[in-house]
């Protein structure tokens, strides 16, 4: 088997406030939403780029309570960040027309959550070929737009949605 290290993702994980030690705790504290690739803020959840993402338009949906398991998620909350996923769902397929959209959770670490204390929906737009040459063999992604236009593009099209 080979093993891929990803070093500065650990950096990422890891570079949540001292005191709390969870990114997704800290990212809506930082008071600036672009800074911290935040495009919406809901009640309960918000929705933030993939930093690492395996596709253009990669997004989680976060709760702002930090819960490890999702049968610990009030109904409220759980019933926003479906909400959510599938507004997020319209939007790429709007935005990125994919062939398909991949919407999941990995809780806790063995199931391979990169963030293991903190649930997150990941929902990401996928395309028939994006599993090509270069990412199989070549164990490296190609993403055609920065995550500065990507934010760009979700905002816009959040805020149009909203504003229907």
């Not at 780029?49 to 997004?59: A, E, R």
């Not at 959209?101 to 199931?111: D, E, P, S, T």
């Not at 929906?121 to 990412?135: K, T």
Request: proline share 5%; charged share 20%.
């Amino acid at each position: 088997m080979d093993y891929l290290w990803t070093p500065w993702r650990y950096a990422y994980v890891t570079a949540g406030d001292k005191n709390t030690g969870c990114i997704f705790c800290d990212l809506p504290k930082l008071g600036d939403d672009a800074k911290a690739r935040i495009v919406h803020r809901g009640q309960n959840c918000y929705v933030v780029l993939n930093t690492f993402p395996y596709t253009p338009g990669h997004v989680m949906v976060v709760p702002f309570a930090h819960l490890d398991e999702l049968q610990k998620l009030p109904s409220a909350a759980a019933h926003e960040m479906m909400d959510l996923s599938q507004q997020m769902e319209r939007v790429l397929r709007q935005l990125y027309k994919p062939d398909g959209v991949n919407l999941g959770m990995n809780i806790g670490k063995a199931a391979g959550a990169g963030v293991a204390g903190h649930v997150h929906m990941h929902v990401l737009p996928r395309w028939v070929a994006d599993a090509n040459f270069v990412s199989v063999v070549g164990e490296t992604r190609i993403l055609p737009e920065s995550l500065e236009t990507t934010y760009e593009r979700i905002r816009g099209a959040l805020k149009s949605s909203v504003s229907s």
